[in-house]
């Protein structure tokens, strides 16, 4: 029977004309009978409810991704303790629980210590919730709090995500909350933490995939007009169509990629941390580089190659082979993105993401088209077919930026495994604001009896 719920079953012989049949039986029935001790003990119930075994996996899991989950349950202590055990949150640097009498005589910098060291709360009020919560946003940090009853409300309204049950959950609980289980599934909340994730990520990477692109369209204008060629190596119509079709279509991959390997074994990201970092500044500063480069020095040696060809047709060919090598180009941007640190030198660079293949085949197949279809390439795209070098020029240059950016992913990872700070974890840091202790107007009323749900 240790570390469970036990009830006692007791039995008695009463008159039968001392109740009457449907009446409920209280407390005062049972106390304070003039014969006494009349109850006999005829055996005890121990009830044990254990853990989901996809609640203990999720709490792995949530550890791993450096996300603390505490728990706060009005057992007993040592039941508390051991449930904890179970759960995985009680180990070497969280060994033991504390209770809520032990937290009311405390002071507000002693419950800040505490609730660093202590994982379980045993035998906690709704005062209790209220302090554990505000103490912990006191301490820095970023604190979720789930709950289904009236009482809960006040510490979900506390908390910087407050989590309600949508089941068997109060309406004031939901009331309370920013978000509700629809499953009352623990293991929900660790998903939408990972979901999270991926939707930051997904938006770095929808940054490094268009940022360059457009980027490269106004440079590749400016260095070619100093590099003085005949004309603009790219006409306006074509900077229109890589930013509205091209960027878009290549866009869209990352937009709905799937979560990276090892996202949930990283730890979080810091407070303030900007969408743009400074490595993320690299990767975007080093695309931009790379495709202007090319557009501008494949447009330098078409000139160069023919440069006895009359100036109108040699800045047709000019702006066929810098259009293409731009194009092609973002492909290799876009592939090198799908996976933040991950290599992209992999046969999984196109599996995954159905839109992979789909967006490299659309924006090939048009490039192909607007390349070679008469009128529409020189009347609108003031271009016209390429030849060998044109091609040669557009293959080289695509190899040559998709290497570039591994390589660059390559020097992270080695600078990562070294111990350097290559997610921007330690920069400047917003302060902690000043987080008021004290209980809410009308805590002090609350209790620990729930209202029917």
């Not at 196109?350 to 967006?359: D, E, H, I």
Request: hydrophobic share 45%; net charge neutral; with cysteine.
């Amino acid at each position: 029977l240790e570390f469970r719920r036990v009830l006692g079953l007791c039995r008695a012989v009463i008159p039968k004309d001392s109740v009457t049949a449907g009446e409920n039986l209280g407390q005062e029935f049972v106390n304070g009978r003039p014969e006494g001790a009349w109850l006999t003990m005829v055996g005890l119930c121990a009830i044990m409810d254990p853990p989901r075994p996809e609640c203990v996996q999720a709490i792995r899991e949530a550890k791993g991704a450096g996300v603390r989950v505490a728990m706060i349950t009005g057992d007993h202590k040592d039941t508390a303790t051991a449930i904890g055990h179970m759960l995985g949150i009680v180990d070497e640097k969280f060994s033991e629980a504390v209770t809520g009498p032990e937290l009311d005589s405390m002071s507000d910098e002693e419950i800040r210590a505490c609730v660093l060291t202590h994982n379980v709360f045993a035998r906690a009020s709704p005062q209790n919730k209220i302090r554990i919560v505000k103490a912990l946003q006191a301490e820095g940090q970023i604190t979720s709090m789930t709950g289904d009853g009236v009482n809960d409300a006040p510490a979900l309204k506390a908390a910087n995500m407050g989590v309600a049950m949508g089941k068997e959950g109060t309406d004031v609980a939901r009331e309370a909350s920013e978000m509700i289980l629809a499953d009352d599934n623990f293991a929900t909340i660790v998903y939408a933490v990972k979901q999270g994730r991926v939707v930051w990520d997904n938006l770095r990477k929808v940054l490094l995939v268009n940022t360059p692109i457009n980027n490269a369209q106004g440079m590749s204008v400016l260095f070619g007009l100093l590099c003085q060629l005949p004309s603009t190596p790219i006409s306006a119509i074509q900077i229109l169509y890589s930013n509205f079709i091209c960027a878009v279509t290549l866009g869209f991959v990352c937009a709905i990629e799937p979560a990276e390997d090892g996202i949930m074994a990283i730890p979080p990201r810091r407070v303030g941390k900007r969408i743009i970092g400074r490595f993320l500044l690299l990767r975007i500063l080093l695309g931009t580089f790379l495709l202007t480069g090319c557009v501008v020095g494949s447009a330098v040696i078409v000139n160069t190659v023919y440069k006895d060809v009359e100036e109108f047709e040699r800045l047709y060919k000019i702006r066929a082979t810098a259009f293409n090598v731009l194009d092609f180009g973002a492909i290799s941007v876009m592939l090198s993105a799908r996976f933040a640190y991950n290599s992209s030198v992999t046969p999984k660079v196109f599996q995954g993401n159905p839109a992979v293949m789909w967006s490299c085949v659309i924006v090939a197949v048009l490039q192909i088209l607007l390349t070679y279809i008469p009128g529409l390439n020189t009347f609108v795209f003031s271009m016209k077919g390429m030849d060998g070098l044109g091609w040669g020029l557009t293959i080289a240059s695509m190899v040559f930026v998709f290497t570039a950016m591994e390589i660059e992913k390559a020097i992270r990872r080695s600078l990562k495994a070294s111990g350097a700070d290559t997610d921007d974890r330690e920069g400047a840091v917003d302060p902690i604001p000043p987080v008021d202790m004290s209980m809410p107007k009308g805590a002090s009323k609350l209790n620990l009896q729930e209202l029917a749900k």
